[in-house]
């Protein structure tokens, strides 16, 4: 299942990607916010798996720069009228940028877990047949 998960979001980056020439950059904000729903539930499912494999550190920074990018964006809705249009933008470029980093930063994670899920479930395989 996880598997398809991951191959699930690989393939949404990739149609995000592909749809640049067409839609431009509605395409690419369509995208990021699909995949960073996506990837919230897909993390708070896996958090329990990647914490008792040993990648609590990693979960833990995930959930960090996803939570300092959720307020990036609160910010910009909470003060849109005391801020410039100037720094309006510069604050949604920033959190936009950081969302494409943490959507990358995930699938690497998310990757590693399922290969050590994987690794994980062939020794034991190994170990209990009776050869």
Request: aromatic share 16%.
């Amino acid at each position: 299942m996880r598997k398809i998960d991951y191959y699930g979001q690989l393939i949404l980056i990739s149609c995000m990607l592909l749809s640049i020439p067409i839609f431009y950059f509605f395409g690419v904000g369509a995208g990021l916010f699909f995949l960073g729903c996506w990837q919230i539930i897909s993390a708070l499912a896996n958090t329990p798996a990647f914490v008792h494999s040993g990648h609590k550190k990693k979960i833990t920074i995930y959930w960090i720069l996803c939570i300092a990018d959720l307020l990036l964006i609160a910010v910009i809705f909470l003060f849109e009228h005391a801020l410039t249009e100037n720094v309006i933008l510069v604050i949604f470029w920033i959190a936009i940028g950081t969302a494409v980093f943490i959507a990358v930063y995930y699938l690497r994670i998310y990757h590693r877990l399922i290969e050590l899920l994987s690794l994980r479930d062939e020794l034991d395989g190994l170990t209990k047949s009776k050869h």
